[in-house]
């Protein structure tokens, strides 16, 4: 019989455990608020976003950053799963204001909603927090970070401005669309995928340790060379959910 080795059946144990951990009562009453939009509600059953914040660990009174929010999917449920003693801050790069010249960005909007949320809308590699975050998350557009459309937008910069914004032991979630492996950066800017690779290493190169993935956002039927919006795989694409901890000392 061959043998694992400790770190596999540790890495296996990680993984499962992420797939099928219980969803918390708060977590369940966030994703079932009335107040979240139909077109949210839609795509809850391939986004998973209940399994997810269980994997993020996002807890009531947490401090958490959703970095690049959209039009604030995940932003809307973590200001719920928080609660009153939690706050959210959405940073809204402004490397993203000539897509939305005549009508601002969808999350301005958010805050008369929500009382414990705040935008903050600044050049991305200048990013921080009014406080020390818990959580760190961004989905679905890291491999942005290296398109023309972001320049001058520096990973290295950013992942060191996120470690720097989070609290000793804090957590750092890159949710994304998956590459082929070894394809690199060759695919962010025309198929908006990245190879899941290349975030490990420049995220673990501003210090943090990789502390966990999950597959439930996998799909081994996605062939990851079409265009993610392409019809024949939009909203099912093989995405990859990295765990990344900031040393607690």
Do not use: C
């Not at 979240?36 to 399994?51: G, L, Q, T, W, Y």
């Amino acid at each position: 019989m061959r043998r694992i080795g400790f770190a596999a059946v540790a890495a296996l144990v990680l993984t499962a455990n992420a797939n099928s951990a219980p969803i918390p009562a708060y977590i369940a009453a966030a994703v079932a608020d009335p107040a979240r939009p139909d077109a949210d509600k839609a795509r809850d059953a391939f986004r998973k976003p209940a399994e997810m914040l269980v994997f993020a660990g996002i807890k009531p009174g947490m401090k958490v950053m959703d970095m690049i929010p959209g039009a604030g999917y995940f932003t809307r449920i973590f200001a719920k799963a928080v609660g009153p003693n939690g706050y959210v801050y959405a940073y809204q790069p402004s490397e993203l204001d000539k897509f939305s010249k005549e009508n601002p960005a969808a999350i301005f909007t958010l805050v008369k909603d929500y009382p414990n949320l705040s935008v903050i809308h600044a050049p991305i590699n200048a990013l921080v927090a009014p406080e020390a975050l818990d959580v760190v998350w961004t989905s679905q557009n890291y491999h942005d970070l290296h398109d023309p459309f972001f320049a001058p937008a520096d990973t290295a910069i950013i992942n060191k401005q996120i470690y720097a914004a989070l609290k000793p032991g804090g957590i750092y979630i890159v949710l994304d669309h998956s590459a082929p492996k070894g394809s690199g950066l060759s695919d962010t800017n025309t198929l908006h995928r990245i190879d899941e690779a290349v975030v490990k290493k420049e995220v673990e190169a501003a210090g943090f340790k990789l502390v966990g993935e999950s597959n439930v956002l996998r799909n081994p039927a996605d062939p990851r060379t079409a265009l993610v919006f392409d019809k024949s795989i939009r909203g099912h694409t093989d995405q990859f959910i990295l765990k990344f901890r900031k040393p607690a000392r």
